[in-house]
Nanobody
Framework: QVQLVESGGGLVQAGASLRLSCAASGRTFRDYYIGWFRQGPGKEREFVAGITRNGLRTDYAVSVKGRFTVSRDNAKSTASLQMNTLKPDDTAVYYC??????????????WGQGTQVTVSS
């Protein structure tokens, strides 16, 4: 089992940047594909970005591609989501999640508590 804790959320104006962090403890961090999800007010949870266990491939939702960058540091057991040119539509609770495969056939087993990102216009 692995425990995940997100941090770095806050209130910013449109056009600003934020960097979210996901700190892991427990099982070896490099064993997990890390995904970022978000859920805005009155909306369904959606996939935002993900990164493979070795960090060689990243995945992005169309809505954030080119603005967000996901990365990881396995030596520090940390994953990050760099969010640039933030828009009001990016307002949501952001979650990091982990699964023991790089393939989508397996569900994300572990989830953090979430961190609030609010973007004002």
């Amino acid at each position: 089992q692995v425990q995940l804790v997100e941090s770095g959320g806050g209130l910013v104006q449109a056009g600003a940047s934020l960097r979210l962090s996901c700190a892991a403890s427990g099982r070896t961090f490099r064993d997990y594909y890390i995904g970022w999800f978000r859920q805005g007010p009155g909306k369904e949870r959606e996939f935002v970005a993900g990164i493979t266990r070795n960090g060689l491939r990243t995945d992005y939702a169309v809505s954030v591609k080119g603005r967000f960058t996901v990365s990881r540091d396995n030596a520090k057991s940390t994953a990050s989501l760099q969010m640039n040119t933030l828009k009001p539509d990016d307002t949501a609770v952001y979650y990091c999640a982990a699964r023991l495969t790089d393939f989508s056939s397996r569900a994300f087993e572990y989830w953090g508590q979430g961190t609030q990102v609010t973007v004002s216009s």
